[in-house]
């Protein structure tokens, strides 16, 4: 399913709505993170709460979930990311990505261009953001 990502400046970015991820709408402050590793701290971490988190390494989610952040209470109120697979290869890797997403009902959009995207956010202070299903979201965040 189609779904994009609408900034406050006018901008979207299409991408896909994860299958088992939550199809409502997701609003918030809208940040980047550019690691490899270290994706379950930054959806936990209190620090980002509300925000839609865009990952800018290429593949998210391959080591999977473990028991304890399983449980953890997601922050975010998003994510963006490139790719994502259903599967995980770690051995401590209890949950993929996707079952997290599914059970905390975080919208999560794969195939954007993120470094298009980060491109367009790195240099403003703050800017709000939309994920949602509709192409187009007209003065919704102004």
């Given at each position: 399913m189609?779904?994009?990502?609408?900034?406050?400046?006018?901008?979207s970015?299409?991408?896909?709505?994860?299958?088992?991820?939550?199809?409502?709408?997701?609003?918030?402050?809208?940040?980047f993170?550019?690691?490899?590793?270290?994706?379950?701290?930054?959806?936990?971490?209190?620090?980002?709460?509300?925000?839609?988190?865009?990952?800018t390494?290429?593949l998210?989610?391959?080591?999977g979930?473990?028991?304890?952040?399983?449980?953890?209470?997601?922050?975010?109120?998003g994510?963006?990311?490139?790719?994502?697979?259903?599967?995980?290869?770690?051995?401590?890797?209890?949950?993929?990505?996707?079952?997290?997403?599914?059970?905390?009902?975080?919208?999560?959009?794969?195939?954007?261009?993120?470094?298009?995207?980060?491109?367009?956010?790195?240099?403003?202070?703050?800017?709000?953001?939309?994920?949602?299903?509709?192409?187009?979201?007209?003065?919704?965040?102004?």
């Amino acid at each position: 399913m189609k779904g994009y990502l609408h900034l406050e400046n006018g901008e979207s970015f299409e991408g896909n709505f994860f299958e088992n991820s939550s199809s409502r709408a997701g609003e918030g402050e809208i940040v980047f993170y550019t690691g490899m590793t270290g994706y379950q701290d930054v959806i936990t971490d209190p620090s980002n709460k509300n925000q839609i988190i865009v990952f800018t390494y290429p593949l998210i989610g391959n080591c999977g979930i473990n028991e304890l952040e399983f449980n953890t209470k997601p922050q975010v109120a998003g994510i963006i990311l490139y790719e994502t697979k259903d599967t995980h290869s770690h051995y401590d890797g209890k949950y993929s990505l996707n079952q997290y997403v599914k059970k905390w009902n975080i919208p999560l959009l794969s195939h954007v261009d993120t470094r298009a995207v980060v491109k367009r956010i790195r240099d403003r202070k703050t800017e709000k953001a939309i994920i949602s299903q509709q192409p187009a979201l007209a003065g919704v965040l102004n």
